[in-house]
């Protein structure tokens, strides 16, 4: 099974449960967005890492930290494998001397330590489809972008199928002559276009 890289987007109070925070993960490569319900503690743990902010005592998941580098044991990466009745189930893939252990953690845990730790954080497609969502401002920001590009570029071709040739030839100098590549290339496809 394919891993999916993910990243933190954000952390807020939770709408549904009192008390509690969503972290939001993000597909790396993607419009898909895995919220996840935390513990107050936690998310202040996985606060205080994202602004990179010192507390004067470490926490617990600065402690765990410490203790593996310490011990020279290097947490390579925090993956999400499951979701059982709306809970996450995570593990952390250690390396000792060469040799990988898996730690199961809950998610925020997992996370925090993760993050103090530079460690990736990867779930499954699965995961991202059962409970992942996409946002719709996301899709109609998308979409609405990609008509203006392609409204602008009907635009730019009808302007410049409006010109005779030496006009053309006229502004592919001048667009040159101000390092505008971009407008150069269109004007030049009108040109070869025509012959």
Not at 2 to 15: A, P, R, T, W
Not at 143 to 167: C, F, G, P, R, W
Request: hydrophobic content about 35%; aromatic content about 6%; proline content about 2%.
């Amino acid at each position: 099974m394919e891993k999916i890289e993910l990243k933190i987007v954000g952390l807020s109070y939770s709408q549904t449960q009192s008390g509690a925070y969503a972290l939001v993960l993000s597909e790396r490569n993607g419009t898909r967005r895995l919220p996840i319900i935390i513990g107050g503690f936690e998310a202040q743990s996985i606060a205080i890492e994202l602004e990179k902010m010192k507390p004067s005592r470490p926490l617990t998941h600065d402690l765990f930290k410490t203790f593996t580098d310490s011990f020279q044991i290097k947490i390579i990466e925090v993956v999400i494998y499951n979701l059982i009745e709306g809970v996450f189930y995570s593990k952390l893939i250690c390396d000792k001397d060469g040799e990988k252990v898996e730690i199961d953690a809950r998610t925020s845990d997992a996370i925090a330590i993760g993050i103090r730790c530079g460690s990736p954080v990867f779930t499954y497609e699965h995961i991202l489809s059962s409970a992942g969502i996409q946002l719709e401002d996301e899709i109609a920001a998308e979409h609405e972008e990609e008509t203006e590009k392609s409204e602008e570029v009907k635009q730019i071709n009808s302007e410049l199928s409006a010109l005779s040739n030496e006009e053309l030839e006229s502004l592919l100098k001048e667009a040159i002559s101000a390092e505008d590549y971009e407008r150069a290339s269109e004007i030049r496809d009108e040109i070869k276009k025509r012959n």
